[in-house]
């Protein structure tokens, strides 16, 4: 079955940096979507960037220019590096397995989640 493991969370102060990881092994799918996720106590759950099979890249509003999906990266590795960080970027942030296109509308594997908190 799908595993995935992130790591990277941690607590920072607004503006700086952070880098996440997540690793997803015992999978084989032809075409799939990766990406990182949100949410915030009593808020729902975000996307924020993924990243698909093709290399396609797709990233929210709120965090586009600040957060980053690093290219040439091996297909089961998923990184976000996280810059300019504010106060409302605070969550637990999730990585994301889905086969197919992004938005198939197939059940996601998830990981356990990474606290980022922004002071």
């Known amino acids: 079955h799908v595993q995935l493991v992130e790591s990277g969370g941690g607590s920072v102060p607004a503006g700086g940096s952070l880098n996440l990881s997540c690793i997803a092994t015992?999978?084989?799918?032809?075409?799939?979507?990766m990406g990182w996720f949100r949410q915030a106590p009593g808020t729902e759950r975000e996307a924020v960037a993924r990243?698909?099979?093709?290399?396609?890249?797709t990233y929210s509003d709120s965090v586009k220019g600040r957060f980053t999906i690093p290219q040439n990266n091996p297909k089961n590795t998923l990184h976000l590096q996280m810059n300019s960080l504010k106060v409302e970027d605070t969550a637990m942030y999730f990585c994301g397995l889905q086969a197919g296109y992004c938005d198939s509308g197939r059940s996601i594997w998830w990981g356990q989640g990474t606290q980022v908190t922004v002071s």
């Open positions: 990243i698909d099979s093709d290399g396609r890249t």
């Open positions: 015992k999978y084989s799918y032809s075409r799939y979507c």
